[in-house]
């Protein structure tokens, strides 16, 4: 089927929760009728309820922190952080507790956290609503980084990371949310922490995250 990778993100988190009662979703105007800024949550409160789609007060260190509890009480949380330029106000919680909770109790504690927020310039948005930043989240032990590039990369690693029993930070171009793509249809679950090649040859190889993906292929 084909759909926008904004279509793609919606479709996944229903399934997910359809899928999954511990999955809860929140995050600043998730559960509005528009559905965030973006329409990425759009619908989920009408089928889930509030209890299940949570907005939160605007303050980034009490919604990541949140979902950090509620992971380790045995739900599987996705927060959404609006933009990843306020990365941080919450730093402290990513860096210092949920990137730590397995090993500070020796494997003892699950911390399934999916903490979704969105990065790139080219939508209007600013010099502080248009940065990346990914390359922070990666070099913290403890926590996986996703940055998909298509919309079936979006169903696949957003399912992996829901079903994650670690933290995954799920990395989202703006510019690319118009973008459609072919997207599988029924229960599809990529691999964390595996490449996909998309074009084979012998004398170089190129690796490109996002919105660069396009840029590569193209060049």
């Known amino acids: ?11 996944t988190l229903h399934e997910e929760m359809a899928r999954d009662d511990r999955v809860v979703v929140m995050g600043e105007d998730v559960a509005s009728d528009q559905g965030g800024v973006y329409g990425i949550t759009e619908g989920l409160t009408k089928k889930y309820g509030m209890r299940r789609v949570i907005d939160t007060p605007i303050t980034e ?23 990843v330029d306020f990365l941080g106000v919450c730093l402290d919680q990513i860096l210092n507790q949920i990137a ?10 699950r ?13 209007g948005t600013g010099p502080q609503h248009s940065q990346i930043l990914y390359p922070l989240l990666a070099a913290i032990p403890g926590i996986k ?28 171009q703006k510019s690319l949310y118009p973008m459609k793509g072919e997207v599988p249809d029924g229960e599809y679950v990529d691999e964390l922490g595996k ?10 190889t190129i690796v ?12």
Not at 1 to 11: D, L, P, T
Not at 71 to 77: D, E, M, N, Y
């Open 1 to 11: 089927m084909k759909m926008s990778i904004r279509e793609a993100i919606n479709q």
């Open 61 to 83: 260190s009490a919604i990541v922190g949140a979902a950090g509890g509620a992971a380790l009480t045995g739900l599987r949380p996705v927060a959404e952080l609006m933009f």
């Open 100 to 109: 730590k909770f397995r090993y500070m109790f020796g494997g003892q504690a």
């Open 111 to 123: 911390t399934p956290v999916v903490i979704r927020t969105m990065i790139g310039a080219g939508t």
């Open 145 to 172: 980084v996703v940055a998909p590039a298509f919309p079936a990369d979006v169903k696949g690693l957003i399912a992996a990371a829901v079903r994650c029993d670690d933290p995954v930070l799920v990395f989202e």
């Open 195 to 204: 490449a996909r090649v998309l074009r084979r040859g012998k004398d170089c």
């Open 208 to 219: 490109a995250l996002a919105l660069m993906v396009h840029r590569a292929l193209a060049a």
